[in-house]
């Protein structure tokens, strides 16, 4: 009876990609609007299941070939040669060969199908990604927007979406690191400058204890390379970074719900956005990194502040300091606020970045180290032109291509302060979506598998109303400094927008 109700297994994540996309497709699919916006919208969101599938498996079996040994990998088994003749006490026994090990490919050929699949993996996954991000920066152009609710009630999608949340998160409680996944914590103990920066050059941009945390793995092949001689600090950071991204994902997951609530007037829509988020292949395989989640989490949160800039402005300040790519949503942010709100989400922003940078200033156990470890959080270091993961590893392996996209990029960021002249709420998630999105062009380190950083906004992208009302002088008041007699004005077209 307990291997019958408690032999739990997570759920093989091309299985999931399949019964998860019927089921997609059987919720949000409009079958009475076939030609519709949301139709293409949801199609191009599957579609980034075969990529994902791909690229993941490919990095699986690298990681398996890399756990075998090279001298037992290129040894073969030895077959004593029986010269003389066998004694007569009784038969010999020839050892036959396991017909398992037989079966089992070798090192090289692991290695072989693991890049022949992420390479194939990163092409699909980039040319998907370049559609999306069309996707995302023409809507601002699209002012009508038809009222597409889910096929199902809102009970329905709240028991789903709870049930998903159990079953994902149990996959991280159960998840066991491997070897590979515990380089970041084995690489924080390295204390010299030089090796510091090599570990920070290594893992990119961004703040340096949430980027050397262990990677939980929610389902892995065979559970490769698991280490068995765990120190008690490494099972204590692993039990604290299940614990983080099971809290991050209830941040995310809530905080998409209640953008759903507050901001478009519609719970449904909301947990809609939340329930197919969690229907997703890649939340059944990325759930446990925290490198994924919790910037997703803290931009949601920003959105679901917008109204009160000083508290965006905290949020986006987080961002910022443990990924650094939000810093180039700066000049969209800014530009929604000129208007109202500027200094107020500048002083948060400011006010959070001067935090982690004095948090960096206590850890750090020398200047060098500090310096080292601020460069990092703010990307202040040329782009590397080695050591890359993901799709620069095997095309255009030079900074000579990487650079381009990385200018393009942050021409497509400053434009974003003057177009489109008036911003709204539903500018901000689209855009922000989209460039969250673009970034990973030319981030060197396994790009566009970041899904988490864009998918949520993309999906209140989809299922946001005519947000044209949203603007910053409609929705915010005026602040400390207000003029006398114009607080009720201002709460008044508050309500009025709301």
Not at 79 to 90: E, M, R, S, T
Not at 329 to 354: C, D, K, N, Q
Request: hydrophobic letters at 50%; proline letters at 6%; a neutral charge.
């Amino acid at each position: 009876m307990r291997e019958i109700l408690f032999q739990y297994e997570s759920v093989n994540p091309t299985t999931w990609a399949y019964l998860s996309s019927l089921l997609v497709i059987g919720l949000f699919f409009k079958f009475n609007r076939v030609w519709s916006v949301r139709n293409l919208d949801v199609l191009l969101i599957i579609g980034l299941a075969p990529g994902l599938l791909m690229t993941y498996f490919g990095q699986q079996s690298i990681n398996r070939a890399t756990s075998i040994p090279a001298v037992a990998a290129e040894t073969a088994p030895l077959i004593p040669k029986l010269d003389a003749d066998p004694p007569a006490v009784g038969p010999v026994a020839v050892a036959e060969p396991d017909e398992e090990d037989d079966e089992k490919p070798s090192r090289q050929e692991l290695l072989q199908i693991g890049k022949t699949l992420e390479k194939a993996g990163y092409i699909w996954l980039f040319g998907l990604s370049g559609l999306i991000v069309i996707r995302l920066f023409v809507d601002p152009t699209m002012v009508r927007r038809p009222m597409l609710e889910p096929n199902l009630t809102i009970g329905g999608m709240v028991f789903i979406t709870c049930a998903l949340f159990i079953f994902l998160m149990t996959n991280i409680i159960v998840g066991r690191p491997s070897d590979a996944d515990m380089r970041g914590v084995r690489e924080a103990s390295k204390s010299s400058p030089k090796e510091v920066e090599e570990s920070l050059r290594h893992f990119g941009p961004g703040y340096r204890m949430l980027l050397l945390v262990p990677r939980i793995p929610t389902y892995q092949l065979a559970q490769q390379g698991e280490p068995t001689d765990l120190e008690t600090n490494e099972k204590i950071t692993i039990i604290v970074t299940k614990t983080v991204a099971i809290l991050a994902n209830m941040a995310l997951i809530a905080g998409i719900v209640l953008v759903g609530y507050r901001h478009f007037d519609n719970i449904k829509m909301g947990v809609g956005a939340a329930m197919f988020y969690f229907l997703l292949p890649y939340a059944a395989v990325y759930t446990g990194r925290i490198d994924h989640v919790m910037p997703a989490a803290l931009l949601v949160w920003a959105i679901f502040f917008y109204r009160t800039p000083l508290v965006s402005g905290i949020f986006m300040g987080l961002a910022i300091g443990t990924l650094y790519y939000p810093l180039f949503l700066l000049p969209l942010w800014f530009s929604y606020y000129w208007e109202r709100g500027r200094a107020r989400f500048l002083i948060g922003v400011v006010s959070t970045l001067l935090v982690l940078t004095l948090s960096l200033a206590l850890t750090s156990s020398d200047f060098d180290m500090f310096l080292n470890q601020f460069r990092a959080m703010f990307g202040l270091w040329l782009p590397r032109d080695e050591g890359y993961t993901g799709f620069w590893n095997y095309y255009f392996n030079s900074n000579a291509y990487r650079i381009p996209v990385l200018a393009a990029f942050g021409v497509v960021s400053i434009a974003f302060a003057i177009w489109p002249a008036q911003k709204n709420l539903g500018t901000l998630l689209s855009c922000t979506a989209g460039l969250m999105l673009a970034a990973q062009f030319w981030h060197a380190n396994d790009g566009t598998t970041y899904i988490a950083w864009y998918m949520p906004l993309m999906l209140l992208t989809i299922f946001r109303p005519n947000l044209e009302d949203r603007v910053a002088l409609r929705v915010i008041g005026e602040g400390w400094l207000k003029r006398p007699g114009s607080g009720t004005a201002a709460g008044g077209e508050e309500k009025q927008a709301a």
